[in-house]
């Protein structure tokens, strides 16, 4: 097997198209409902940065079959490896897998002493595997990844490090009338809301959730800032104005102070049955100074109402991290099901 490094090869643009092509060249079923767009991978293998990073490519009988890239995070003494793809149809899979894991974590020797992963870049991007027993149900938004990928990882001495779930939820009637003491009591303090306006997403309303998503998560685990013309890129490529469900809380004085992304998804059962339609409740954000006013739960009551509109049936609290204050989303309606993911950690040796 030949490994091949973007800051090494002679020939870049080559490198990015085989790199950007890597998954959707290998991945089948629903294994591809994740992908990030090509075009945004192009992008991303060749993005400036002021951190350390590269990228590489594993070719096996003269085509790739597998790669990764690695990169310092700001947070000190980390680093982040991630994009990792796999063709595990390949008897030599596991061998690929390893060598380039190893390359990455090199790489990122003498530079971080904890390396998280898969991290896309940061966690802006997609990170996390899943790591439960598989259902039908796969969406776009969650991470989805053969089952193998967590067994490489885990082979290359990483660890389990933080645990996500996805839990799916009924009665969506009563998850209304459990928020709405909180809405109309945000509504009396004076507090406003509105719904994200895609119209204007490049005109206002995208700044308003760039600034909200960083004064909000600022001290998070592993959040950092990312330039504003990245988070274009991101939220263009998920948002469907049509399903969007989110809207702003703007203060009293006219400040936005808080903000829940969410909008409605549909999976249609391979046994023939009716669709189910969700609204999923992706991610909530409130700034240090309007917490404790229940403007998270106002906030979700607005997405609720306005997805069961737009014909929904069930909901789903999203992505949300072992522990969080969102993990009672869910809680607030009849528990369905629930997706698990986990993030990995590995220490490294300094010398």
């Known amino acids: 097997m030949k490994l091949t490094s973007f800051q090494h090869t002679a020939d870049k643009p080559a490198f990015v198209e085989a790199f950007s092509q890597l998954p959707a060249r290998i991945r089948r079923g629903a294994y591809r409902n994740a992908l990030l767009p090509i075009q945004l991978e192009r992008i991303l293998v060749d993005l400036p940065s002021p951190a350390p990073r590269n990228s590489w490519l594993v070719e096996h009988g003269g085509r790739p079959i597998g790669r990764i890239a690695a990169n310092i995070s700001s947070h000190p003494q980390t680093g982040y490896v991630g994009f ?91 998850f209304l009338e459990q928020t709405e003491p909180e809405y109309q009591a945000a509504l009396a303090k004076g507090f406003r809301f509105r719904r994200l306006d895609w119209s204007r997403l490049h005109q206002g309303d995208g700044t308003a959730l760039y600034n909200l998503t960083n004064a909000a998560f600022e001290g998070s685990f592993l959040f950092e800032t990312a330039p504003q013309p990245l988070f274009d890129l991101f939220l263009g490529t998920q948002g469907k104005p049509k399903n969007d469900c989110t809207h702003f809380a703007a203060s009293p004085k006219g400040d936005d102070v808080g903000f829940f992304f969410a909008f409605t998804d549909l999976h249609s059962p391979s046994t023939g049955a009716s669709p189910e339609t969700y609204v999923v409740l992706k991610t909530t954000g409130v ?13 979700a009551h607005l997405a609720v109402k306005s997805a069961l509109a737009m014909g929904a049936q069930y909901g789903i609290a999203a992505l949300v991290r072992a522990g ?28």
């Open 84 to 174: 990792f793809e796999v063709d595990t149809r390949q008897a030599r899979a596991a061998a690929a897998a390893r060598l380039l894991i190893d390359a990455a974590c090199n790489f990122l020797q003498d530079r971080a002493v904890r390396v998280f992963g898969p991290v896309n870049l940061n966690t802006w991007l997609p990170y996390r595997f899943r790591i439960d027993a598989r259902d039908e149900r796969c969406f776009a938004w969650e991470p989805v990844d053969p089952p193998e990928y967590v067994e490489h990882f885990l082979a290359a001495g990483f660890k389990r490090s933080a645990d996500y779930h996805s839990t799916a939820f009924a009665n969506l009637e009563r």
């Open 324 to 351: 969080l204050q969102s993990e009672s989303y869910a809680k607030k309606g009849d528990a369905l099901w629930q997706h698990n993911y986990a993030l990995f950690e590995k220490r490294l040796s300094q010398g």
């Open 287 to 299: 700034t240090k100074e309007a917490r404790g006013r229940g403007l998270s739960n106002a906030l």
